[in-house]
């Protein structure tokens, strides 16, 4: 399987800060990477598609980048409403899709 | 608007067989799509478990491909998960999911469920 690490496991940050989550690959992934938010209770929520492509409808505060084995959410400016945890995803291997272990966002 | 939702017991006892079908509304089990399990155990995060297209091509995560089923109904435009042997790491919040499919084989899940709760308890 493909190991995906996350960094850092938690964060603390005050509204208006830029956040930035770090996902890395145990191997090269190329760009079939997905970043997905989950808000307590709920289902998680696609944000980021291949690496750095926005999902029709999310504020356009959130952005993706990377390739090979290191990839990056940012959120530019963080709002109360971004408390969650966000979780990478790969889709590179056709045995089977693993997710990182998840950053929660907390706000100050 | 296409709407997922999972349904089955909430509590199963060790060793015997948790199942669960996920109905689709809105929207059709023949599409390009494919129709995944994943589950979160309790504080924990998200692991998948299969995927099944309406054609009953099936894909499993190695770590429960012995103990996994998943089928589909394509009269009642459902995907069923069936995990035999359960205990209490089967415990979980499982979620059903559409994969869908982008250009260059990218693909990721674009709707969920809001999730069922299973317990493994005796």
């Known amino acids: 399987d493909i190991q995906m690490t996350q960094s850092p496991s938690s964060l603390s940050a005050s509204v208006g800060d830029r956040v930035t989550i770090t996902c890395r690959a145990s191997?090269?992934?190329?760009?079939?990477l997905n970043w997905y938010q989950q808000k307590p209770g709920k289902a998680p929520k696609i944000l980021i598609y291949?690496?750095?492509s926005l999902q029709s409808g999310v504020p356009s505060r959130f952005s993706g980048s990377g390739s090979g084995t290191d990839f990056t959410l940012t959120i530019s400016s963080l709002q109360p409403e971004d408390l969650a945890t966000y979780y990478c995803q790969q889709s590179s291997s056709t045995l089977a899709l693993t997710f990182g272990g998840g950053t929660k966002v907390e706000i100050k | 608007q296409v709407q997922l939702e999972e349904s089955g017991p909430g509590l199963v006892k060790p060793s015997e067989t948790l199942s669960l079908t996920c109905a689709i509304s809105?929207?059709?089990?023949?599409?390009?799509?494919?129709w995944s399990w994943i589950r979160q155990p309790p504080g924990k995060g998200l692991e998948w478990i299969g995927e099944?297209?309406?054609?009953?091509?099936?894909k499993y995560n190695p770590s429960l491909k012995s103990r996994v089923t998943l089928s589909v109904d394509k009269s009642r435009n459902q995907f069923s998960l069936k995990l035999i042997s359960v205990t209490a790491a089967d415990t979980a919040v499982y979620f059903c999911?559409?994969?869908?499919?982008?250009?260059?084989?990218?693909?990721?899940?674009?709707?969920w469920g809001q999730g069922t709760r299973v317990t493994v308890s005796s």
């Open positions: 099944i297209y309406h054609s009953e091509s099936t």
């Open positions: 291949a690496a750095s």
């Open positions: 809105g929207g059709s089990i023949f599409t390009t799509n494919w």
């Open positions: 191997q090269s992934i190329n760009s079939y």
């Open positions: 999911a559409r994969k869908r499919s982008g250009s260059y084989s990218y693909n990721w899940f674009d709707l």
